[in-house]
């Protein structure tokens, strides 16, 4: 196969699209796949894969664009398909090259970049379920959502990594059948040693720090559980907008020394502190499929998260931990101590542990993906 990777973000930037274009263009290629990506990032780092790549080299915010859709052109010319990272930054201009060159399109969705932009910088505050059903947003979220919408019903096939998330782009109009689950990988990674007092509790939570990943309720919540368990530890890792605000929330509930939010860490450096927690908490309203749970179960920590997203079909209650009502206080800090006084009893084999991580193995999203965008070339 000829494959276009029409890619958003890239390395040296953060963020699983970015991973995930990397991974995928250097497997495919090891497979024998003939490779092309066209990156929408200026300062993209080309040692990191092993085909060959196309970079814009304009990077005022709008002319970029222009570039990338002729640069997507030019390759799709004597591509196959194209296989857009993203509905939206990546996925309009491919669809304008998919349509020009009569190349078939396939997009990646791994969120809803409409409601994310939307809660981010024009005003939504509704959750990402209710936004589905709405449309009295401000012009530019309406627009970003038609943009989306336009893209997936454009594509030959849509590629989503949960089934919460399939259930999200059939809402757009896009057809049941047109869109498959193709879980994400998810390896292990080794950790080092990590200084912890013999008699600390230390919660875990994760994530970039906005609105929507709950973390103001997990730091609400400390005074009640130290009432039960004076030596637990709130430990919350990430940056975003919301850095200054919470740390101010811990200054104003008087819990220096007992929440700590030191800001980014490396993958590394986070999942060693992981694999000593007691437990790793996601009160987020919004999760495609979290990789930070899956890593988390890889070095065996227990997972208490909301039932929202994806995180139903990672966390599963009495094997590797438990599910509790999103921003919900006293069910967050019930399952919490439960897990913490040693009283929910947690028994998850390792038979079981083996077909679950099968399903997110890097062979198994290689396989899953490649045969996609064969059937679609065969077509």
Avoid at 135 to 151: A, D, H, P, T
Avoid at 235 to 244: E, F, M, S, T, V
Avoid at 312 to 329: A, C, Q, R, W, Y
Wanted: net charge positive; proline share 4%; with cysteine.
């Amino acid at each position: 196969m000829n494959i276009l990777i029409a890619a958003d973000i890239f390395p040296p930037q953060f963020g699983g699209p970015a991973t995930y274009s990397v991974t995928i263009a250097n497997e495919l290629t090891k497979k024998g796949e003939n490779v092309k990506i066209v990156s929408l990032n200026p300062d993209s780092d080309k040692k990191v894969v092993i085909c060959k790549i196309d970079i814009v080299k304009n990077k005022n915010k709008f002319l970029k664009y222009f570039e990338y859709i002729f640069l997507l052109i030019k390759n799709a010319i004597k591509s196959d398909v194209i296989y857009a990272m993203g509905p939206v930054n990546a996925g309009f201009p491919a669809m304008i090259a998919s349509k020009l060159t009569g190349k078939k399109l396939v997009v990646k969705v791994v969120g809803d970049y409409a409601w994310e932009q939307g809660v981010q910088r024009f005003g939504v505050k509704d959750s990402i379920d209710i936004f589905q059903t709405k449309n009295n947003y401000s012009f530019m979220v309406r627009l970003l959502k038609w943009i989306q919408k336009i893209v997936v019903k454009n594509s030959s096939i849509v590629i989503v990594p949960s089934f919460y998330l399939k259930n999200i782009v059939v809402g757009w109009g896009v057809s049941e059948n047109s869109v498959v689950v193709v879980y994400n990988s998810s390896s292990y990674v080794g950790v080092c040693p990590v200084e912890k007092a013999e008699e600390e509790k230390w919660i875990i939570s994760a994530g970039r720090l906005v609105p929507w990943k709950g973390m103001l309720e997990l730091i609400e919540i400390m005074p009640e559980i130290l009432k039960e368990q004076k030596n637990a530890k709130l430990k919350i890792y990430g940056n975003g907008p919301d850095l200054k605000f919470l740390k101010n929330k811990v200054i104003e509930l008087k819990l220096e020394g007992v929440v700590e939010i030191p800001g980014q860490l490396s993958r590394k450096e986070l999942m060693c502190k992981i694999n000593k927690a007691d437990c790793f908490v996601l009160n987020s309203g919004y999760e495609g499929l979290s990789h930070l749970i899956l890593e988390a179960l890889h070095v065996n920590t227990p997972v208490l998260a909301s039932r929202a997203g994806g995180n139903s079909e990672l966390v599963i209650p009495g094997k590797n931990g438990d599910l509790f009502e999103l921003n919900n206080k006293e069910d967050i800090k019930n399952k919490i101590l439960n897990l913490l006084n040693g009283e929910m009893n947690l028994e998850w084999s390792d038979q079981e542990k083996d077909i679950f991580f099968e399903k997110f193995s890097l062979k198994s999203m290689v396989d899953s993906t490649s045969s996609i965008l064969k059937k679609i070339c065969q077509n």
